[in-house]
Protein backbone atom coordinates (compact mmCIF):
# COMPACT_ATOMS: atom_id res chain seq x y z
CA UNK A 1 0.00 0.00 0.00
CA UNK A 2 1.24 3.53 -0.91
CA UNK A 3 1.68 6.40 1.11
CA UNK A 4 -1.00 8.32 -0.47
CA UNK A 5 -3.37 5.73 0.64
CA UNK A 6 -2.22 5.17 3.92
CA UNK A 7 -2.90 8.88 4.37
CA UNK A 8 -6.20 8.43 2.98
CA UNK A 9 -9.05 8.86 5.66
CA UNK A 10 -12.36 9.98 6.62
CA UNK A 11 -11.24 13.97 6.20
CA UNK A 12 -10.77 12.92 2.83
CA UNK A 13 -15.02 12.47 2.71
CA UNK A 14 -16.56 15.86 1.82
CA UNK A 15 -17.86 15.52 -1.19
CA UNK A 16 -18.72 11.84 -0.76
CA UNK A 17 -20.88 13.40 2.81
CA UNK A 18 -22.42 15.37 0.61
CA UNK A 19 -23.80 13.11 -2.12
CA UNK A 20 -24.97 10.34 1.10
CA UNK A 21 -26.86 13.29 2.47
CA UNK A 22 -28.27 13.44 -0.81
CA UNK A 23 -29.46 10.06 -0.51
CA UNK A 24 -30.62 10.27 2.99
CA UNK A 25 -32.75 12.69 2.69
CA UNK A 26 -34.63 11.49 -0.36
CA UNK A 27 -34.40 7.93 1.38
CA UNK A 28 -35.94 9.04 4.53
CA UNK A 29 -38.75 10.75 2.66
CA UNK A 30 -39.70 7.45 1.02
CA UNK A 31 -39.08 5.64 4.69
CA UNK A 32 -41.37 8.79 6.20
CA UNK A 33 -44.15 7.96 3.35
CA UNK A 34 -44.09 3.84 3.71
CA UNK A 35 -44.61 3.69 7.18
CA UNK A 36 -47.00 6.67 7.28
CA UNK A 37 -48.67 4.03 4.64
CA UNK A 38 -48.03 1.54 6.70
CA UNK A 39 -49.82 2.47 9.55
CA UNK A 40 -52.73 3.59 8.02
CA UNK A 41 -53.36 0.21 6.74
CA UNK A 42 -52.51 -1.42 10.06
CA UNK A 43 -55.19 1.00 11.56
CA UNK A 44 -57.76 0.38 9.03
CA UNK A 45 -57.63 -3.11 9.50
CA UNK A 46 -58.34 -3.00 12.71
CA UNK A 47 -61.21 -0.79 12.61
CA UNK A 48 -62.86 -2.99 9.86
CA UNK A 49 -62.14 -5.85 12.18
CA UNK A 50 -64.03 -4.28 15.13
CA UNK A 51 -67.09 -3.05 12.57
CA UNK A 52 -67.37 -5.25 9.77
CA UNK A 53 -69.94 -8.30 9.39
CA UNK A 54 -68.32 -11.05 11.42
CA UNK A 55 -68.38 -13.13 7.86
CA UNK A 56 -66.80 -10.24 6.22
CA UNK A 57 -64.13 -8.52 8.19
CA UNK A 58 -61.69 -11.57 8.09
CA UNK A 59 -61.30 -10.98 4.41
CA UNK A 60 -61.09 -7.16 4.69
CA UNK A 61 -58.92 -7.34 7.07
CA UNK A 62 -56.30 -9.86 5.71
CA UNK A 63 -56.81 -7.91 2.59
CA UNK A 64 -55.52 -4.32 3.91
CA UNK A 65 -52.40 -6.05 6.01
CA UNK A 66 -51.14 -6.80 2.67
CA UNK A 67 -50.22 -2.57 1.30
CA UNK A 68 -49.37 -2.55 5.05
CA UNK A 69 -46.60 -5.49 5.01
CA UNK A 70 -45.49 -3.45 1.59
CA UNK A 71 -45.79 -0.03 3.26
CA UNK A 72 -43.30 -1.21 6.09
CA UNK A 73 -41.17 -3.90 3.75
CA UNK A 74 -40.97 -0.34 1.74
CA UNK A 75 -39.18 1.14 4.18
CA UNK A 76 -36.59 -1.30 5.30
CA UNK A 77 -35.78 -1.41 2.05
CA UNK A 78 -34.89 2.35 1.82
CA UNK A 79 -32.87 2.52 5.03
CA UNK A 80 -31.34 -0.44 3.85
CA UNK A 81 -29.86 1.18 0.34
CA UNK A 82 -29.09 4.31 2.43
CA UNK A 83 -26.71 1.98 4.93
CA UNK A 84 -25.17 0.51 1.86
CA UNK A 85 -24.30 3.04 0.24
CA UNK A 86 -22.62 4.93 3.32
CA UNK A 87 -21.09 1.96 4.57
CA UNK A 88 -19.54 1.81 1.24
CA UNK A 89 -18.26 4.84 1.30
CA UNK A 90 -17.20 5.82 5.05
CA UNK A 91 -16.39 2.77 6.93
CA UNK A 92 -13.42 1.42 4.52
CA UNK A 93 -11.90 4.99 5.01
CA UNK A 94 -12.51 4.51 8.90
CA UNK A 95 -10.72 1.25 8.39
CA UNK A 96 -7.67 2.71 6.46
CA UNK A 97 -6.92 5.54 9.11
CA UNK A 98 -6.90 2.85 11.69
CA UNK A 99 -4.82 -0.50 10.55
CA UNK A 100 -3.98 0.33 6.62
CA UNK A 101 -3.57 -3.21 6.29
CA UNK A 102 -7.13 -4.45 6.86
CA UNK A 103 -9.84 -4.28 4.47
CA UNK A 104 -13.82 -4.04 4.59
CA UNK A 105 -16.78 -5.25 2.60
CA UNK A 106 -19.94 -4.48 3.59
CA UNK A 107 -20.86 -7.54 1.75
CA UNK A 108 -18.26 -9.75 2.16
CA UNK A 109 -18.29 -13.40 2.47
CA UNK A 110 -16.79 -14.69 5.70
CA UNK A 111 -16.09 -18.45 5.12
CA UNK A 112 -18.53 -20.56 7.27
CA UNK A 113 -15.92 -23.32 7.50
CA UNK A 114 -14.28 -21.10 10.02
CA UNK A 115 -16.80 -20.87 12.47
CA UNK A 116 -17.25 -25.11 11.93
CA UNK A 117 -13.86 -25.73 12.53
CA UNK A 118 -13.48 -23.76 15.35
CA UNK A 119 -15.92 -26.39 17.05
CA UNK A 120 -17.24 -23.57 19.64
CA UNK A 121 -20.92 -24.39 18.76
CA UNK A 122 -21.68 -28.20 18.12
CA UNK A 123 -25.26 -28.24 16.65
CA UNK A 124 -26.17 -28.55 13.09
CA UNK A 125 -26.98 -25.16 10.83
CA UNK A 126 -27.92 -25.04 7.80
CA UNK A 127 -28.55 -20.88 7.63
CA UNK A 128 -25.23 -19.22 7.32
CA UNK A 129 -25.02 -15.50 6.55
CA UNK A 130 -22.78 -13.18 7.24
CA UNK A 131 -21.76 -9.31 6.42
CA UNK A 132 -19.64 -6.64 7.40
CA UNK A 133 -16.56 -8.54 6.94
CA UNK A 134 -12.75 -7.14 8.16
CA UNK A 135 -10.03 -8.90 6.43
CA UNK A 136 -5.76 -8.11 6.61
CA UNK A 137 -3.52 -8.53 9.38
CA UNK A 138 -2.72 -6.26 11.90
CA UNK A 139 0.82 -6.21 13.06
CA UNK A 140 1.93 -9.03 12.32
CA UNK A 141 -1.33 -11.20 12.85
CA UNK A 142 -3.61 -12.46 10.50
CA UNK A 143 -6.63 -11.70 10.93
CA UNK A 144 -10.39 -11.85 9.58
CA UNK A 145 -13.73 -10.55 11.54
CA UNK A 146 -17.18 -10.61 10.57
CA UNK A 147 -20.90 -10.11 11.41
CA UNK A 148 -22.45 -13.66 11.22
CA UNK A 149 -25.54 -15.45 11.63
CA UNK A 150 -26.05 -19.33 12.08
CA UNK A 151 -29.32 -20.82 12.15
CA UNK A 152 -31.17 -23.79 11.79
CA UNK A 153 -34.15 -24.08 9.75
CA UNK A 154 -36.29 -27.47 10.54
CA UNK A 155 -39.69 -28.32 8.74
CA UNK A 156 -42.32 -30.16 10.58
CA UNK A 157 -46.14 -31.38 9.63
CA UNK A 158 -48.86 -31.75 12.42
CA UNK A 159 -52.47 -32.20 11.86
CA UNK A 160 -51.47 -31.78 7.88
CA UNK A 161 -50.22 -28.39 8.64
CA UNK A 162 -46.34 -27.82 7.33
CA UNK A 163 -44.72 -25.79 10.37
CA UNK A 164 -41.56 -24.27 9.79
CA UNK A 165 -39.09 -23.12 12.53
CA UNK A 166 -35.65 -21.26 13.15
CA UNK A 167 -33.50 -21.69 15.76
CA UNK A 168 -30.57 -18.89 16.22
CA UNK A 169 -27.37 -20.92 17.17
CA UNK A 170 -25.14 -17.80 17.30
CA UNK A 171 -25.80 -14.04 15.97
CA UNK A 172 -22.88 -11.61 16.47
CA UNK A 173 -18.84 -11.10 15.58
CA UNK A 174 -16.82 -14.19 15.14
CA UNK A 175 -13.05 -13.44 14.71
CA UNK A 176 -10.17 -15.63 13.56
CA UNK A 177 -6.64 -14.45 14.28
CA UNK A 178 -3.17 -16.41 13.82
CA UNK A 179 -1.88 -17.69 17.28
CA UNK A 180 2.12 -17.48 17.40
CA UNK A 181 2.31 -20.72 18.82
CA UNK A 182 1.53 -24.20 16.99
CA UNK A 183 -0.77 -25.76 19.56
CA UNK A 184 -0.58 -29.63 19.18
CA UNK A 185 -4.11 -30.01 20.08
CA UNK A 186 -7.37 -27.97 20.81
CA UNK A 187 -8.04 -25.64 23.94
CA UNK A 188 -11.73 -24.62 24.49
CA UNK A 189 -12.70 -21.77 26.63
CA UNK A 190 -16.34 -21.29 26.84
CA UNK A 191 -18.56 -19.68 29.51
CA UNK A 192 -19.39 -21.34 32.64
CA UNK A 193 -22.80 -21.23 32.88
CA UNK A 194 -23.67 -24.81 34.28
CA UNK A 195 -21.89 -24.38 37.36
CA UNK A 196 -23.44 -20.48 37.81
CA UNK A 197 -26.69 -21.43 37.65
CA UNK A 198 -26.51 -25.26 39.22
CA UNK A 199 -23.17 -25.29 41.71
CA UNK A 200 -21.48 -27.83 42.61
CA UNK A 201 -24.10 -30.43 40.61
CA UNK A 202 -23.11 -28.35 37.42
CA UNK A 203 -20.15 -28.83 38.23
CA UNK A 204 -20.43 -32.34 37.63
CA UNK A 205 -22.44 -32.32 34.63
CA UNK A 206 -19.18 -30.59 33.11
CA UNK A 207 -16.96 -32.98 33.11
CA UNK A 208 -19.59 -35.97 32.59
CA UNK A 209 -20.19 -33.43 29.31
CA UNK A 210 -16.32 -33.36 27.89
CA UNK A 211 -16.14 -33.77 24.77
CA UNK A 212 -14.45 -36.56 23.04
CA UNK A 213 -10.24 -36.79 23.86
CA UNK A 214 -11.01 -33.57 26.20
CA UNK A 215 -10.09 -32.83 29.41
CA UNK A 216 -12.29 -30.90 31.47
CA UNK A 217 -9.15 -28.50 33.71
CA UNK A 218 -9.67 -26.24 36.73
CA UNK A 219 -7.57 -23.07 36.92
CA UNK A 220 -6.07 -21.47 39.67
CA UNK A 221 -7.14 -17.85 38.66
CA UNK A 222 -10.38 -17.87 40.89
CA UNK A 223 -12.16 -15.24 38.61
CA UNK A 224 -11.47 -16.76 35.73
CA UNK A 225 -12.80 -20.68 37.24
CA UNK A 226 -16.09 -18.44 37.84
CA UNK A 227 -16.47 -17.08 34.44
CA UNK A 228 -15.31 -19.82 31.90
CA UNK A 229 -14.79 -23.97 31.66
CA UNK A 230 -11.71 -24.98 29.91
CA UNK A 231 -11.46 -28.44 27.97
CA UNK A 232 -8.38 -28.97 25.95
CA UNK A 233 -7.41 -32.16 24.34
CA UNK A 234 -3.54 -31.95 25.58
CA UNK A 235 -4.16 -30.43 29.24
CA UNK A 236 -0.33 -30.15 29.86
CA UNK A 237 -0.19 -27.93 26.73
CA UNK A 238 -3.20 -25.58 27.65
CA UNK A 239 -1.99 -24.88 30.99
CA UNK A 240 1.36 -23.50 29.17
CA UNK A 241 -0.70 -21.75 26.29
CA UNK A 242 -3.33 -20.05 29.56
CA UNK A 243 -0.56 -18.42 31.35
CA UNK A 244 -1.79 -16.27 34.16
CA UNK A 245 -0.92 -12.94 32.17
CA UNK A 246 -3.52 -14.71 29.00
CA UNK A 247 -6.25 -15.53 31.34
CA UNK A 248 -6.26 -11.99 32.99
CA UNK A 249 -6.47 -10.88 29.23
CA UNK A 250 -8.91 -12.69 28.37
CA UNK A 251 -11.29 -11.38 31.16
CA UNK A 252 -10.69 -7.82 30.06
CA UNK A 253 -12.22 -9.19 26.88
CA UNK A 254 -15.01 -10.43 28.16
CA UNK A 255 -15.63 -7.22 30.61
CA UNK A 256 -15.62 -5.46 27.13
CA UNK A 257 -17.89 -8.07 24.77
CA UNK A 258 -19.93 -9.73 27.19
CA UNK A 259 -20.12 -13.01 29.26
CA UNK A 260 -21.15 -14.88 26.37
CA UNK A 261 -17.62 -14.89 24.88
CA UNK A 262 -15.63 -17.95 23.69
CA UNK A 263 -12.73 -18.67 22.86
CA UNK A 264 -10.96 -21.93 20.62
CA UNK A 265 -7.46 -22.05 20.39
CA UNK A 266 -5.79 -25.00 17.63
CA UNK A 267 -3.04 -25.17 15.98
CA UNK A 268 -1.76 -22.01 14.43
CA UNK A 269 -4.80 -20.01 14.77
CA UNK A 270 -7.39 -18.73 17.23
CA UNK A 271 -11.33 -18.34 17.28
CA UNK A 272 -13.40 -15.63 19.50
CA UNK A 273 -17.08 -16.05 18.90
CA UNK A 274 -19.21 -12.42 20.52
CA UNK A 275 -22.49 -13.03 20.64
CA UNK A 276 -24.10 -9.74 20.37
CA UNK A 277 -27.52 -8.85 19.76
CA UNK A 278 -26.89 -5.21 17.94
CA UNK A 279 -26.32 -4.26 14.19
CA UNK A 280 -22.48 -3.24 14.13
CA UNK A 281 -21.10 -0.45 11.70
CA UNK A 282 -24.99 0.46 10.88
CA UNK A 283 -25.39 4.45 10.18
CA UNK A 284 -28.81 5.67 11.27
CA UNK A 285 -31.22 7.29 8.63
CA UNK A 286 -31.75 9.91 11.29
CA UNK A 287 -28.76 11.70 11.56
CA UNK A 288 -26.60 13.64 8.76
CA UNK A 289 -24.08 11.61 7.02
CA UNK A 290 -21.66 13.93 7.85
CA UNK A 291 -22.58 13.77 11.57
CA UNK A 292 -19.57 13.52 13.97
CA UNK A 293 -21.04 11.15 16.81
CA UNK A 294 -21.43 8.98 14.57
CA UNK A 295 -18.81 9.01 13.06
CA UNK A 296 -16.71 8.54 16.01
CA UNK A 297 -19.39 5.75 17.50
CA UNK A 298 -18.65 3.56 14.09
CA UNK A 299 -14.79 4.51 14.60
CA UNK A 300 -15.24 3.48 18.06
CA UNK A 301 -16.71 0.07 16.78
CA UNK A 302 -13.55 -0.79 14.44
CA UNK A 303 -10.58 0.09 17.48
CA UNK A 304 -12.65 -2.48 19.64
CA UNK A 305 -12.17 -5.43 16.65
CA UNK A 306 -9.03 -4.23 15.66
CA UNK A 307 -8.12 -4.69 20.03
CA UNK A 308 -8.40 -8.16 20.34
CA UNK A 309 -5.20 -8.58 18.93
CA UNK A 310 -3.83 -5.84 21.76
CA UNK A 311 -5.31 -7.04 24.50
CA UNK A 312 -4.34 -10.92 23.83
CA UNK A 313 -0.70 -9.46 22.61
CA UNK A 314 -0.87 -11.54 19.71
CA UNK A 315 1.95 -9.33 18.31
CA UNK A 316 4.23 -9.93 20.87
CA UNK A 317 7.10 -12.04 21.12
CA UNK A 318 6.32 -13.92 24.40
CA UNK A 319 5.10 -17.05 22.70
CA UNK A 320 7.37 -19.97 21.70
CA UNK A 321 6.34 -22.36 19.24
CA UNK A 322 7.01 -26.35 20.82
CA UNK A 323 10.35 -28.03 20.42
CA UNK A 324 12.02 -24.45 19.61
CA UNK A 325 14.53 -24.45 22.23
CA UNK A 326 15.52 -27.98 21.53
CA UNK A 327 17.26 -26.99 18.43
Known amino acids: MSDSQRQYSVTDLSKEFRRLEDIR ?4 IHVTMLLIVGVLFVLLAIWVMIVAAEGLSGYLSAALFIPAFWGFSGASRAR ?7 KSQVIPALVRSLQPDMDYQSEGHFNDDWFYRSGLYEQYY ?3 E ?3 VLKGSIGETEVQIGEIKVQCETTSYENGKQQREIETIFDGLFAVAGFPRECRGSIFVVPDFAEKYFGMLGAKFQKVGSGLNQHLLRIDNPEFEKAFIVRATDPAEAITVLTPELQEQILTLRARFGN ?3 LAFKPSQLFIAIPSSKDWFEPKISRPASSHAQVSALSQQLKACF ?10 SVWTTPGSHDT
Open 25 to 28: QRER
Open 307 to 316: KIVEDLNLNK
Open 126 to 128: NIF
Open 130 to 132: SED
Open 260 to 262: DLR
Open 80 to 86: GRYCEAY
